[in-house]
C-alpha cells in the first residue's frame, strides 16, 4: 500500500523528467554559468579572475551611462511597439473577417518573411532608403528632390528596421484574438443600435485587447534585446543596451562585466513578462503559436 | 611520402614549367592544407580537435576579397581535389575571433589570419601561442625581418605566426567631392573638417579611433600625452560622421554607393574598389597607421604539420599569387624574392623592404591601455 503511494508521487516528477531536464540542461545551468561569471574581473591581459567581486554589479547599477542606454532602449523598444501595435491592428483585423479560403493564404503570406534571414531583410532597407537607393532613385528621376535624402543610419531607421522585423509577430497575436471573437456579439450590439464603428470600440476592441497586449509583450522584449538592427542602421551613437553586452564581451572580452549587464536587461525584461502573466496571463502568446 | 619532398616535387614542376600556375595553385591548395589535416599529430589529435579531423580544417580569416584569395588559391582546388571540406571561417574583427577562441576548446581552431602584433601580444598574454619549430619553415628566411622581430620579442625569442602580409589603414575619399591636393594638404584632419558632415565614416574599432584621434590632435599614437584632446577629437568625429563600419565589405559599399565620402580605409579593400572603378582616392597621411597580418597557429593545433604548411604558403609563388588576389603586398623581402611586376604597384608596397616609413601599434603601450581606453571608447561613441 506504502509503495503504491510512493509510487503514485513518483510518477508525475517521472513524466515532468524529460522537460525538467531539458530546462536545466539548456536554460538554468548556461544561467547560472553568468550569474557565477558576473561576480568575477576582467584581468589586464583579458583573462578572468575567479572570485567574488561585487566590481561589475557596483559599476553596472552605480554608472549612468549603462541607465541611460537602458532608458534609450526602451524607448526604442516603446515606439517600436506602439507603431506594431498601431499599424498591425489593420492588417489582422482584415485578415480575421476575410472568408475562410483567403484567409489561409493571407496567413502564409504573413509567415512568408520568417523564411529569409533577419539580417537580410534589416539590410534590405539600405538599398531602399540609402543615398543610391530605390526612393532616392525614384525620387530624383521624377524631379521631386534635386540631390538624395540622407534617410538611413539614424534612430529612426533602426525603429524602422525593427518594426518591419517585429510585425508579423504582432500581427499574428492580434489575428488570434479576434478570430476567436464570436461574430454574433458585433451583430447584436449593432442590431441593438450601434453604428458599425460604434460595435467596434464597444466590442471588438475591448475582446481583441488580449491579443494586443501579447504582442506588444513580445515585440517589447524582442526589440529590447536586439542588437544587429542598430549596427546594420544607426548611427555612430545609436546603440542598445545588448550592443554594450556585446561589446564588453568581444570587443573588451570582459565577460564578467558582460555577464552583469546581460543579467540586468534579462531581469528587466523578465519583470516586465512576470506583470503581464499576473495580470493577463501568458498562454494568450501561446495561442499564436497554435 | 613525406610532405616536404611533395610539395618539393610540386614547385620544381612548376618551376620547370610541366604545369601550369592554375593547376599549381590547385595542388598546392590541395597539398597545404593536407598538411593541416593528416599529419602526425593531427591523428592524436582528432578526437580533440573538432576541425581538425580528415574530413575536415578550419582557418578562419577576414572574409571578402582576403578570404577570398586564401579559398581561391588554396582551400577551394584542395576541396575539390580531395573531398576533404575546408571550414574557412571568417571574422570581423580581431576581438570578435579572439572572443570565439577563448570560448572553444584547444586545437577547435587551428589557423587565422591575424592582424598586427597588437593581437599577437594579446593572444600571447591569454597564453593561446604556441611554439612553432623554425627549422621546419626554411621559407621563415626570405621574411621582412622588421616584421618577424616584434613578434619575436613578444614571445621571449619564440614564434607563435608567421608574418604573411602587410598594409596601412589610410585615408580613403572619393575624389568626385575632394581632390588629391585637399585631402594632402589636410591629412588626417580631413576626417573632422565639417564641410563633409554627414559624409564622414569612420571604422568603430578603438584602437584605429584613438590613432586618428591622436593625429588629429597633433601627437604621436605611441606616445599620447593629452588623452583628454584625443576623446575631443573622437567626438568631433562622431558627431560628424554619418555610419562606424564594421567591416570591410561595409566600407567598400559605403564608399561605392556615395553614403559617405571619407573615411580610413585599409589599403587593399580601396585598391579592390579602385579596381572596380570607383574614383577613390587613397592617402596615408604622416604617421598614417601601418600593420602586419601573419599566419597565427593557436595553442592546442597540430604543430608539424601546421608548420609545413606555413612553409608552403611562405612560398614565393603562393605568397604572391595570395597578394595579388587580396591586394596587400606579402611580407617577402624585395630584397631577397622577386616579387614580380604587380605587387610593386599595390598601395602600401615598400619596395625597400624596411617598412621604416610606416608607423605600426607599440603593443606594450596599447596593451597596457588597452582596458580603459576600449571601454572609454564605447561611451565616448554613444555621446559620452
Keep these: 500500500m506504502a509503495a503504491d503511494i510512493a509510487g503514485a508521487r513518483r510518477a508525475p516528477w517521472m513524466l515532468l523528467s524529460p522537460s525538467l531536464a531539458t530546462v536545466g540542461l539548456l536554460l538554468i545551468i548556461p544561467m547560472l554559468f553568468i550569474v557565477v561569471y558576473s561576480f568575477w574581473l576582467r584581468t589586464a591581459t583579458g583573462a578572468d579572475q575567479v572570485g567574488f567581486y561585487l566590481d561589475n554589479w557596483i559599476e553596472v547599477l552605480g554608472d549612468r551611462f549603462y541607465r541611460d542606454i537602458l532608458f534609450q532602449t526602451f524607448a526604442i523598444a516603446f515606439y517600436t511597439t506602439v507603431i506594431c501595435a498601431l499599424v498591425g491592428y489593420i492588417p489582422a483585423y482584415f485578415v480575421a473577417n476575410t472568408p475562410m479560403k483567403s484567409k489561409a493564404f493571407l496567413l502564409l503570406m504573413l509567415m512568408l518573411p520568417f523564411w529569409i534571414s533577419y539580417i537580410i531583410r534589416t539590410m534590405s532597407w539600405i538599398n531602399i532608403l540609402g543615398t543610391s537607393g530605390a526612393l532616392n532613385t525614384v525620387m530624383l528621376s521624377i524631379g521631386i528632390i534635386d540631390e538624395p535624402i540622407q534617410m538611413l543610419y539614424n534612430q529612426t531607421t533602426v525603429v524602422l528596421g525593427l518594426v518591419h522585423y517585429l510585425l508579423p509577430f504582432m500581427i499574428l497575436n492580434v489575428y488570434v484574438s479576434l478570430d476567436g471573437i464570436d461574430k454574433n456579439l458585433t451583430e447584436a450590439a449593432q442590431s441593438l443600435g450601434c453604428t458599425g464603428f460604434q460595435a467596434f470600440r464597444e466590442v471588438t476592441l475591448p475582446l481583441s485587447l488580449p491579443g494586443l497586449a501579447a504582442g506588444s509583450l513580445l515585440c517589447f522584449v524582442l526589440a ?15 546603440a542598445m543596451f545588448a550592443n554594450l553586452v556585446f561589446e564588453a564581451i568581444v570587443t573588451q572580452l570582459n565577460w564578467p562585466l558582460g555577464s552583469a549587464l546581460s543579467l540586468v536587461l534579462l531581469a528587466l525584461l523578465g519583470a516586465l513578462v512576470v506583470i503581464y502573466t499576473r495580470y493577463l496571463g501568458i498562454d494568450q502568446i501561446a495561442k499564436s503559436f497554435k | 611520402m613525406d610532405d616536404t619532398k611533395r610539395y618539393e616535387r610540386l614547385l620544381n614542376r ?47 580569416g577576414w572574409g571578402g576579397v582576403v578570404s577570398e584569395a586564401f579559398e581561391k588559391y588554396a582551400f577551394a582546388p584542395y576541396t575539390q581535389k580531395t573531398g576533404i571540406k575546408v571550414i574557412s571561417g571568417t571574422f570581423g574583427g580581431a576581438d570578435e575571433y579572439i572572443a570565439r577562441v577563448k ?21 600571447h598574454g591569454l597564453e593561446l601561442t604556441s611554439e612553432l619549430n623554425e627549422a621546419n619553415i626554411p621559407n621563415l628566411k626570405n621574411v621582412i625581418p622588421t616584421l618577424i622581430d616584434p613578434l619575436r620579442k613578444i614571445s621571449g625569442g619564440t614564434l607563435s605566426a608567421v608574418p604573411y602580409d602587410y598594409g596601412t589603414t589610410g585615408i580613403a575619399y572619393n575624389r568626385k567631392y575632394i581632390s588629391d591636393d585637399e585631402a594632402k594638404a589636410k591629412g588626417a584632419k580631413l576626417m573632422v573638417d565639417e564641410a563633409y558632415k554627414g559624409k564622414i565614416g569612420g571604422w568603430g574599432e578603438w584602437k584605429t579611433r584613438i590613432w586618428y584621434g591622436a593625429l588629429q590632435s597633433d601627437q604621436d599614437p605611441n606616445n599620447i600625452k593629452d588623452i583628454d584632446a584625443v576623446w575631443d577629437m573622437i567626438r568631433s568625429h562622431r558627431d560628424l560622421a554619418l555610419k562606424y563600419w564594421s567591416s570591410g565589405a561595409e566600407l567598400m559599399s559605403l564608399l561605392a554607393e556615395e553614403e559617405i565620402y571619407v573615411t580610413e580605409g585599409w589599403s587593399g579593400r580601396i585598391k579592390a574598389l579602385q579596381d572596380q572603378g570607383h574614383d577613390i582616392g587613397y592617402l596615408d597621411p604622416a604617421g598614417g597607421l601601418g600593420w602586419q597580418e601573419c599566419l597565427f597557429v593557436l595553442r592546442g593545433s597540430p604543430m608539424a604539420a601546421c608548420e609545413e604548411l606555413l612553409n608552403f604558403m611562405l612560398e614565393p609563388e603562393v605568397a604572391i599569387a595570395v597578394a595579388e588576389g587580396q591586394s596587400y603586398p606579402p611580407a617577402l623581402d624585395p630584397n631577397k624574392v622577386d616579387l614580380g611586376k604587380i605587387i610593386p604597384t599595390l598601395p602600401a608596397f615598400d619596395p625597400k623592404g624596411t617598412l621604416a616609413s610606416l608607423s605600426f601599434f607599440d603593443p606594450a603601450y596599447w596593451n597596457e591601455n588597452e582596458a580603459d581606453w576600449s571601454k572609454t571608447f564605447s561611451r565616448v561613441q554613444r555621446g559620452y
Design chain 1, 224 to 238: 529590447a534585446g536586439t542588437y544587429i538592427t542598430p549596427i546594420v542602421l544607426g548611427g555612430p551613437r545609436d
Design chain 2, 14 to 60: 612548376y618551376r620547370d614549367g610541366d604545369i601550369s600556375r592554375r593547376t599549381f595553385l590547385t595542388a598546392l591548395g590541395a597539398a597545404g592544407v593536407v598538411a593541416g589535416v593528416t599529419g602526425g599529430p593531427m591523428g592524436m589529435l582528432a578526437k580533440n580537435a573538432r576541425a581538425a579531423t580528415p574530413e575536415q580544417v578550419r582557418f578562419d
Design chain 2, 103 to 123: 570560448a572553444g576548446q584547444p586545437g577547435e581552431f587551428n589557423l587565422a589570419h591575424l592582424s598586427g602584433v597588437f593581437d599577437y601580444a594579446r593572444y
